[in-house]
């Protein structure tokens, strides 16, 4: 058996109790002048005594009349941190698929799957109240090329766990040959939220998407989106 294939398998099996608890379903309605539509977010973190897991999964409902799903997107993410101090090994894989309508039908592409391996310098108040987690990692994009990704996240949470301000932001290095006959070789993608957390269970806000060169767009683009989100 291939052992690439194994080495995955035995990958995602070690994320299976993480995939079963999760955290935290987000509907956001994207306003971006090239999207208009709906997509859902499942996220789940979990820390334990060796480290954290933490995965997300985003569904794009933008497919026909009835907006079925025509794409979808993961991470899933393993910090290890057994030994004192604010710095964790991490591990993470990343992938998708979309689709496209055409005169003939619709028509799927893969999201390229990259695997990163680094480490987590991570810093937080007494309570976690406020997180900063900034990320370092080698990047290994399948059938591309080797690259490298920055990646900062963040949760701040103020008057009594009321109002929450998260995000991330990722800059990495790829090749990309644009539609206008141009190449970049450089992305950045930052998606800061604001919630209002009605409840300890729903909460309601905003996330805007800040993008260069990011997901076959050429060019830097904001997105706004309006959220709601269910915490289990």
Same mark, same amino acid.
């Given at each position: 058996?291939?052992?690439? %294939? ?20 987000? =509907? ?14 499942? &996220? ?11 995965? %997300? ?8 009349? %009835?907006? /079925?799903? *025509? ?7 393993? *910090? ?9 090994? /991490? =591990? &993470? ?33 007494? !309570? %976690? ?10 990047? /290994? ?11 900062? =996240? ?15 932001? !990722? ?18 993608? *930052? ?9 300890? /269970?729903? *909460? ?29």
């Amino acid at each position: 058996m291939n052992k690439r %294939f194994l080495f995955i398998l035995a990958f995602i099996l070690a994320f299976i109790p993480a995939l079963l608890n999760a955290q935290d379903l987000q =509907v956001l309605y994207d306003f971006g002048k090239d999207r208009n539509y709906v997509t859902s977010t499942l &996220e789940m973190f979990k820390p334990d005594k060796w480290g954290s897991s933490y995965y %997300f999964v985003d569904f794009y409902y933008d497919f026909g009349p %009835f907006k /079925h799903p *025509s794409g979808a997107y993961m991470e899933i993410t393993r *910090s290890l941190h057994f030994w004192k101090g604010p710095i964790s090994a /991490h =591990v &993470e894989y990343d992938g998708g698929l979309g689709s496209f309508p055409t005169s003939n039908g619709q028509m799927a592409y893969p999201i390229n799957s990259a695997w990163l391996l680094g480490i987590d310098y991570n810093l937080n108040n007494a !309570d %976690f109240s406020k997180t900063f987690t900034l990320q370092a990692m080698y990047k /290994h994009i399948v059938g591309k090329q080797e690259s490298a990704q920055l990646t900062a =996240v963040w949760g701040l949470h103020f008057f009594k766990r009321k109002l929450s301000f998260t995000g991330f932001a !990722d800059f990495w290095l790829e090749n990309n040959n644009n539609s206008d006959g141009s190449v970049t070789n450089t992305v950045f993608v *930052s998606q800061p939220q604001l919630w209002y957390n009605f409840t300890d /269970h729903f *909460s309601a806000g905003t996330e805007v998407e800040f993008a260069n060169n990011f997901a076959a767009t050429d060019g830097f683009m904001v997105r706004p989106r309006l959220a709601v989100k269910w915490n289990f």
